[in-house]
């Protein structure tokens, strides 16, 4: 069974910086394409951050710049690493997986995920 545990979430100020991982077990997590995606009360979920099997990363406009989205297959684990935080970066952040069909390609759409975490709430103070 595949599983993704989402943690390092809580409140941060302004401008800091603030790392989230995910553990991934149930999959040969090499073989898989890695996305972070958030939610804010009523908006839709968006996708931020990706990473294909051979290292590849992809950013939403909104956070390029500010993250990056490293993984670590020795330990089975995808991070994300946030700087420069905005009170609007405020949100439900989940970690998603999915079998990539090329190598060098990630997607950052939902519907192209397979498995998801239970996410971790990131509150950015003013």
């Known amino acids: 069974q595949v599983q993704l545990v989402e943690s390092g979430g809580g409140s941060v100020q302004s401008g800091g910086s603030l790392r989230l991982s995910c553990a991934a077990s149930?999959?040969?997590?090499?073989?898989?394409?890695m996305g972070w995606f958030r939610q804010a009360p009523g908006q839709e979920r968006e996708g931020i951050a990706g990473?294909?099997?051979?290292?590849?990363?992809t950013y939403s406009d909104s956070v390029k710049g500010r993250l990056t989205i490293p993984r670590d297959n020795d330990n089975n684990t995808l991070y994300l690493q946030m700087n420069s935080q905005k009170p609007d970066d405020t949100a439900m952040y989940y970690c998603?997986?999915?079998?990539?069909?090329?190598?060098?390609?990630?997607?950052?759409?939902?519907?192209?995920?397979?498995?998801w975490g239970q996410g971790t709430q990131v509150t950015v103070a003013s």
């Open positions: 149930g999959l040969t997590f090499s073989s898989y394409c």
């Open positions: 990473i294909a099997r051979d290292d590849t990363t």
């Open positions: 998603a997986a999915y079998v990539c069909r090329w190598r060098w390609s990630v997607r950052l759409t939902s519907h192209a995920y397979d498995y």
